[in-house]
């Protein structure tokens, strides 16, 4: 944390020391004797550069500096001083420095540089990790806006990119020198590429990703609902945008911003109309589909204007500048602080109580600094208060519940939850509608998440926080959505049979009999014709859920599941069948039917509520996977309820429960399915568990690669195979084994050749990798409402 005056008189400032691979070591030691040792430590640099003028501001280092003095040198940085963010210390560097105030959202992270340097003699070693961020301003500050700080900066100005890069190149002596030919010329390239691609390449990507998806209008017959539920209806859409609005903020914090900037400006041209379609989809900058690669940069996104972010000047309305998000997806989305990593989490999760440690790790809080809010609260108050830990914290980490974090959103969706209600006729929707309400504000969602699974209604209503895939960091937090749809009776009584077989499953589970459970209670499976979705539906469409994810639930009631049928109708027909003209061989491409891949989503739901789930580690103690798999638990979870599903077909075909017509068709399904699923990318959940059963399949000889690049199932081994894959991974979660985890989908999670042979003949005929839906029951309820 920043030491208050007084502190920095009396005591030298303290920096973490690190490894030579930048891990923290947890000796902290005085700022000199870390250069004189040369020690490894972190700092901070922030850029700020001038978008109209393509231009970077430079500060003077001051006369008294001990290292570079005189010299041009960056925007502004600094040491991040030991217990200390990087984002709080580039905020702070800048305000002390150029009297610069400035939120989170203005500060990008591009890149981490190592800098290792000796100067002075050999008396001022430098290992230093830099955080490089990019501050985008519209305009050149004015440089009289400025308040420099003399201890630190002598002087300030302007001066182009490319022209500083090849100063920086010729080692010009007035320039502390960076390599640009090395680490350091990312500063150069990233900007440069940001504004060198014209409108057409841009727009011609564009069009290109967008053309993955199949638009698709989805919609379903109200005539069932009585009069009091189709009211219910239309408040439980506007509840729904509701939980949009959770979720862009869940993803990222500056997303609300980006995607209110994009709309409005959608109509301005071509490629914004391009960039507001294809942002609707993923609903972040980040493409689902392409490994979550950023399809805009800071470049493309919102402007906000600050008059009061420096000193005021007569004739300048004040600071313009991007929003910024970094390129690369955030693996914690926005449930911890930026710059926080999981070792900083796991030494404050240790600290805590045991009672507290639930919250921090529970899916329903974020996850907050107190530098964070003491920082703030000593630039609003401009006056000089302690920006210290509050006393007695040996954190600066701390939890803060959903029901508090998204407290606006929530009180406006409960209150229309509430009104909806009021209004339906089914007893079972009232019920769940209410408790939902209550526990948008009590954070208790366990009476809601048993309403929810005991729901006997024509109006089918999913909401809430469920799943983790967000959190690529632990697989933690969970993401608001909500799925609203007609309940298909016909189809509710045709898949009744899965539900009620759930513990014979459960005793016959490939897996050593001590890991299985005593008491799997039956899984209540609802069928629904979809009418509407909003949250947590980005990019790729699931075609069903199984919930609750919470274990407590899990153990005590089972789960549930809901089937989308006209999402799945829709995905066979847009998309599967084109996979299978094109990637079956063609004796079998007649066992590719909807009944076997409609069958499988079922066993595939299913599966997720059998096998480990609460379990006992070697150590004796109690635990989840999901706790002990943390970021890997997410795909190796849809890997088994995948691979299992399909050895749960073949035992209830075995049992006469299910005919044996299915005994083929469901094999050769499921490898166009492989295909399917893979195009969602291996850094989506679903795809990564695809990959590594493709894998393994093929590697085992059950799947094969003929010289035409057509595959086929090979009925004599295919079974075996699947038993022995549904093993290994049972075996792994049942002992919370993250190690072997790690190591199995190090191995057969990854880009194959016969995936990529399979890929690219789809890429060439351009099979839609999913579907975009469109709701005109909804859209025409929000259109009224206007």
């Known amino acids: 944390m920043a030491k208050s005056e007084t502190e920095q008189q009396n005591q030298e400032e303290h920096l973490d020391v690190l490894t030579k691979t930048g891990q923290k070591t947890g000796v902290s030691k005085p700022r000199g004797d870390v250069h004189r040792d040369g020690d490894y430590h972190r700092a901070v640099h922030v850029w700020i550069f001038s978008e109209s003028t393509q231009e970077l501001l430079l500060q003077r280092r001051a ?10 040198d960056i925007s502004s940085a600094g040491h991040i001083s030991a217990g200390d963010s990087s984002l709080i210390s580039a905020r702070r560097e800048l305000h002390e420095e150029l009297g610069v105030i400035l939120p989170n959202d203005a500060f990008e992270l591009i890149f981490i540089f190592l800098q290792e340097c000796v100067i002075n003699d050999g008396k001022f070693i430098n290992n230093e990790f830099n955080d490089v961020y990019l501050v985008t301003t519209i305009a050149p500050i004015p440089l009289e806006a400025f308040t420099l700080q003399e201890s630190e900066v002598s002087a300030v100005k302007y001066i182009p990119l490319e022209e500083y890069k090849n100063l920086l190149a010729k080692e010009d002596p007035e320039y502390v020198p960076y390599d640009v030919n090395g680490q350091y010329g990312k500063l150069f390239d990233i900007i440069a590429t ?20 199949a638009c698709i209008s989805l919609g379903a017959e109200l005539t069932g609902l009585t009069d009091g539920d189709k009211k219910a209806l239309s408040l439980l859409v506007k509840a729904g ?7 862009h903020l869940q993803a990222w914090y500056s997303n609300p911003t ?4 994009l709309k409005e400006h959608a109509e301005t041209s071509h490629l914004d109309k391009l960039k507001w379609m294809y942002y609707r989809i993923n609903k972040s900058p980040w493409s689902c589909l392409d490994e979550n690669e950023s399809f ?3 470049a493309d996104s919102a402007v906000k204007l600050l008059p009061a972010a420096t000193k005021p000047i007569t004739g300048w309305k004040g600071l313009e500048y991007r929003t910024a998000f970094p390129t690369q997806k955030p693996p914690g989305a926005n449930f911890y602080p930026p710059d926080m990593d999981k070792m900083e989490f796991e030494l404050w999760k240790d600290s805590l109580a045991e009672d507290k440690k639930q919250d921090a790790t529970g899916f329903f809080s974020v996850i907050k600094r107190h530098s964070e809010t003491n920082f703030d609260t000593f630039l609003s108050d401009s006056m000089s208060v302690s920006m210290d830990q509050h006393p007695g914290l040996a954190h600066d980490l701390y939890t803060v519940l959903y029901s508090q974090e998204y407290k606006h959103f929530l009180a406006k969706a409960a209150e229309l939850l509430h009104q909806a209600g009021d209004l339906t006729s089914s007893p079972s929707l009232k019920r769940l509608l209410h408790s939902k309400a209550n526990a948008f504000i009590s954070n208790d969602y366990y009476d809601s998440d048993i309403a929810w699974m005991e729901l006997d209604s ?3 209503v999913t909401v809430g926080p469920y799943e983790t895939y967000e959190d690529a960091l632990f697989g933690y937090k969970a993401t608001f959505e909500a799925f609203i749809g007609v309940r298909d ?12 077989q759930l513990q014979v499953l459960e005793q016959n589970l490939p897996m050593d009999n001590m890991f299985k459970s005593q008491d799997i209670i039956a899984a209540p499976i609802r069928v629904i014709q979809l009418i509407y979705n909003s949250g947590d539906v980005k990019g790729p469409q699931t075609v069903a859920f199984n919930l609750p994810n919470d274990e407590t639930i899990v153990k005590d009631r089972g789960t549930s599941m809901v089937m989308l049928k006209n999402v799945s109708e829709a995905k066979f027909k847009h998309i599967l069948q084109p996979i299978a003209e094109v990637c079956i061989a063609k004796e079998q491409q007649d066992c590719v039917d909807f009944d076997s891949f409609f069958t499988h989503t079922i066993c595939h739901e299913c599966c997720h509520g059998i096998g480990p789930h609460s379990i006992t580690l070697p150590s004796g103690e109690k635990s989840t996977v999901r706790l002990e798999l943390q970021e890997l638990h997410s795909a190796l979870e849809e890997a088994k309820a995948d691979i299992v599903g399909l050895w749960a077909l073949k035992f209830l075909i075995g049992q006469n429960l299910l005919p044996k017509s299915l005994t083929k068709s469901m094999h050769v399904s499921f490898l166009a399915g492989c295909f399917r699923s893979v195009r969602f990318g291996l850094e989506e959940a679903h795809g990564k568990g695809q990959a590594l059963q493709f894998n393994w399949l093929f590697e085992k000889g059950a799947f094969v690669l003929h010289p035409d690049e057509t595959f086929s199932v090979n009925f004599s081994k295919v079974d075996a195979e699947v038993e022995s894959l549904s093993r290994e991974i049972l075996t792994i979660q049942a002992k919370g084994d993250k190690k072997a985890a790690k190591a199995l989908l190090d191995k057969y999670c990854k880009m194959s050749h016969p995936l990529k042979v399979a890929l690219e003949k789809l890429e060439k005929i351009q099979v839609p990798v999913d579907i975009a839906p469109t709701f005109p029951i909804a859209n025409e309820i929000l259109q009224a409402g206007k």
């Open 63 to 72: 006369d008294c500096k001990d290292s570079w003095p005189r010299l041009w």
């Open 241 to 247: 945008t509701i939980i949009d609005d959770i979720f």
């Open 194 to 213: 940001r504004y060198k691609v014209n409108m057409e390449t841009r727009s011609l990507a564009l069009q290109k990703q967008l053309s993955r998806y």
């Open 296 to 298: 805009l940069t800071t």
């Open 458 to 460: 024509k109006l089918d």
């Open 489 to 500: 009776d016909k189809a509710t009584s045709q898949v009744k049979l899965f539900g009620n």
């Open 258 to 261: 980006l995607r209110d900037w």
